[in-house]
């Protein structure tokens, strides 16, 4: 298989393989999330909402986060964005995997601001990577991400960073109501996690906007191409 077909998700093989880089980089991108948890000092603004829900209806976290990213998952089809396979993966994986690191202690709950900061940007680090490796499988973005952008065409008076504020925001302000903790580490993710991300795709040379995300429906079709394509059983 040629490069060129594996980033274009041109067969069935290739889909699947990006698919499994897919789940990889995100079950470590839920290990970065995991991190700036245990920081201890205010989590980011959309894992503020989801502590917050989970801490109100006594559920894990993780299936908080899987009930927050699936509403929004129907908001972008509802706005009629590009989903992609990895949108649904996006899903499910991160915030199981944050419960998974929890119920393996693998990290205890930092004591002081001053090992809580270290730990924070460690964690924004391994987000920033993970997203990198996330993005190349180009099977669509996070539902968060696609819903940005999708606030972002329809308000075409607002840039699109202060569309992000307020959305951001929004997610802290509700999540904040429901007993999210909110903190230092909270303005260190809302204003931190951009300036990392930028970095960590300078060193590796990757421009996102280079990325095309194929939609499930092309990836129907060329999965649905190879089943009706193959030999019947028997046939040489």
């Known amino acids: 298989m040629q490069i060129k077909d594996l980033r274009a998700n ?14 990889v980089s995100l079950f470590v991108n839920g290990f970065g999330v995991y991190l700036t948890i245990q920081a201890n000092i205010g989590a980011g603004p959309w894992d503020v909402l989801g502590l917050g829900v989970s801490n109100t209806l ?7 986060s899987v009930a927050i990213s699936i509403t929004i998952l129907i908001i972008d089809i509802i706005l009629r964005e590009p989903i992609g396979i990895a949108m649904f993966i996006d899903a499910v994986v991160v915030g199981k995997s944050v419960d998974l ?7 205890p709950p930092c004591k002081s601001v001053f090992v809580g900061i270290p730990v924070m940007i ?26 940005l952008v999708g606030l972002a065409r329809r308000l075409k008076k607002l840039p699109i960073g202060a569309v992000s ?30 300036p990392i991300m930028q970095l960590a795709f300078r060193t590796v040379r990757f421009d996102a906007t280079a990325i095309v995300h194929q939609r499930l429906r092309d990836s129907a079709r060329v999965l649905l191409r190879r089943k009706n394509t193959a030999k019947p059983n028997g046939e040489k």
Do not use: E
């Not at 041109?10 to 897919?22: T, V």
């Not at 680090?125 to 539902?143: D, E, H, K, N």
């Open 122 to 147: 460690a964690g924004l680090f391994v987000i920033a990577y993970t997203q990198y490796t996330y993005m190349i499988a180009s099977l669509g973005c996070g539902p968060r991400d696609t819903l």
């Open 10 to 23: 041109s067969s069935a093989r290739a889909i699947a393989i990006n698919a499994c880089i897919a789940a």
């Open 58 to 64: 006594g559920i894990l976290y993780g299936n908080a």
């Open 101 to 107: 690191f929890n119920k393996l202690n693998v990290v």
């Open 165 to 194: 504020i307020a959305l951001l925001s929004t997610a802290t302000f509700i999540g904040w109501l429901l007993g999210g903790p909110v903190g230092i580490g909270t303005l260190i993710c809302a204003f931190g996690a951009g």
